[in-house]
């Protein structure tokens, strides 16, 4: 770890508090001038970090820089293990999945991150657009590479989902439910998406890799979603005052999901969360959406449904719940 890094991961542990130089010094093995460097470093990245002679150093509350250093300095704070992966951080992007899928190909490692602070053509499930407003949402894409078949693409997911509400738990003291197959709920509305992409070896039929990409909505007004998705789409925290940092969430989230990696044992608490289940339902995929009762989840992370009389277990689509039965 280096010492911008530790300076970091401390001043963060004790937020609004001064540390006189001296005192971060001795506690980091380092002169004062590396402290008062790493301060420098860390402040033209984008922290609110208060430094005067005889008052030492503060981290101001509220400060919220996304970097790499943040994300290894949150994920140093939950794991006794570094960071598997290489991290790229980037203020803008198209899409992090776009960037981790051309990362992948060139041979990024099991567990790369690419994370955007805004993304201007945010992508989720059917070509739909995912809302990234900069500055108010985690949006991050991670590599996985286990040695799997290409039907774990589902597993998978539905682990990112888990992993995403354990740590949104965790954090926030805040718990999600899940909306079959890969959408989380707050209060009856959308909060994040997940969206799954691999490549797999056809000879084989190993996937070569994975790429996970997650949108969880942090600090988003009802005015960034536009009157469209208002009414849908929510966040944590829509007042715009969140009490953890974007880079605290996503290492619990990529320490979460890497955790659940290769053995993808997910399905228990994805059934608890799961509010699909026992409820009237209208399936999108190819061809012309239809209407089915949802029974259960399937050992396989499939919906089970019932319709005209019999019983189909559904691996890909969309579904949206109905009000009532309908014929």
Known sequence: MTTKQALLQYLLSCPDQPLSGQALADKLGVSRMAVSKAC?????????????????YRLCSG???????????????????????QVRVFSTLPSSNRTAKEWAMAGAPHGSLVLAGEQTEGRGRRGRTFVSPAGKGVYFSLILRPEVGAAASLAVTGSAAVAVCRAVQKLCGIELSIKWVNDLYYKGKKVCGILTEATTDLESGHTEWLVVGIGLNLTASPADFGAELSGIASSLYPDGSSPVSRAALVAAICRELLSLCPEFDYLPEYRQRCFVPGHWITVYGSGEPWSAKAIAIDDNGRLLVEAGGRQIAIDHGEVSIKPAQTE
């Open 40 to 56: 420098r470093e860390l402040q033209k990245q984008g922290w609110q970090i208060e430094a005067a002679s005889g008052r030492g």
């Open 63 to 85: 400060s919220d820089a996304l970097t790499g250093d943040a994300v290894l300095s949150a994920w140093a704070q939950q794991s006794d293990a570094p960071y598997p992966g």
